[in-house]
């Protein structure tokens, strides 16, 4: 006959995390942070930076303990873990991430729930700045990073504004990994941003991807929905498999160093753990000659692109 033997609170991994306000605004964030085990290198650990922390850290952790201590049957290498999110115990505070997530200037929605504040988007300046100057800064005095080996990774808004960072502070961070971004978001303002894009030496390496059930077609569960219509209509808007394709095309165009990648059987949301893995992988390989990149020669590009802007213009108000 069994017996139990122990049972608790199954907490593994040794997260830490920060609650730290932002030095203009007074805004608190939550930091996590997790480091590999063994010695910090000489030069710091490189380090992953994944925004809707309370969403990824703990898959992001997960991953890398599976996979790095295993490195010639992985690829993968140990690296630390930094992830921004907020003082909550959900996966996610929609309404501060609209605000954070979406770079200015942004724009005003009706409340997510009756009775709510009106939402804003257009705070990603104040988002950028607590990232690279408090965030930085504060962490610090707790680990040596690598300043030369610092990736960012974003998925949905979080993609959005990782393209955007990219663009206006393009040496911020070294690999940029934006997941089922939101490039066609308020009229596809990003691609103005794309447009004045001037790469530095050495460019950022980015990584688009996107769900399969994020193109034309429904996930077969949703075909017969009530909100199979409306579902519909906003893959017309949102393109978010052709939008990636096209952003990847034309980067590598640029020269820079792109991947891309369409998730088979999943959804903008279900993406998201097989999207954190991959970006460890993009942020820690052990061999980079081994990630496969989008070719400069694709057909999907800067004429789609174009093109889209030049619609959504032309139907502005």
Do not use: C
């Amino acid at each position: 006959m069994s017996g139990l033997a122990d049972q608790g609170i199954w907490s593994v991994g040794g997260i830490r995390y920060f609650d730290l306000a932002d030095s203009v605004t007074g805004d608190v964030r939550r930091v996590f942070l997790w480091l590999p085990p063994g010695p910090e290198p000489e030069s710091g650990w490189p380090a992953l930076w994944l925004l809707d922390g309370n969403a990824v850290i703990g898959t992001a952790v997960d991953a890398m303990r599976a996979q790095a201590f295993w490195p010639t049957g992985t690829n993968l290498g140990w690296g630390a873990l930094v992830a921004v999110g907020y003082p909550t115990e959900d996966a996610y505070d929609s309404f501060r991430r609209s605000r954070d997530l979406g770079p200015p200037p942004g724009r005003s929605y009706p409340p997510f729930r009756e009775g709510g504040p009106e939402v804003r988007t257009g705070g990603g300046a104040d988002m950028a700045r607590f990232l690279i100057e408090d965030a930085r800064s504060f962490l610090g005095a707790h680990v040596r990073l690598d300043p030369a080996r610092q990736s960012l990774f974003g998925h949905s808004f979080g993609g959005l504004f990782a393209l955007w960072l990219m663009f206006t502070k393009p040496a911020a961070f070294r690999n940029v990994i934006a997941a089922s971004p939101a490039i066609t978001w308020e009229d596809s303002f990003l691609l103005a941003h794309l447009e004045a894009f001037r790469p530095p030496s050495p460019a950022p390496r980015v990584h688009l991807s996107a769900g399969e059930w994020e193109g034309d077609r429904l996930a077969p569960f949703q075909e017969h929905g009530v909100e199979r219509d409306s579902r519909l209509a906003e893959k017309v808007r949102t393109r978010t498999i052709a939008a990636a394709r096209e952003m990847a095309g034309v980067l590598a165009r640029r020269g820079l160093e792109v991947g891309y990648e369409t998730y088979a059987q999943e959804t903008h949301m279900s993406v998201l753990p097989v999207a954190v893995n991959r970006a460890l992988h993009w942020a820690f390989a052990l061999d980079r000659a081994a990630l496969p990149l989008w070719p400069a020669s694709a057909e999907d590009g800067a004429d789609s692109l174009a093109m889209q802007q030049k619609r959504e213009a032309s139907h502005a108000p």
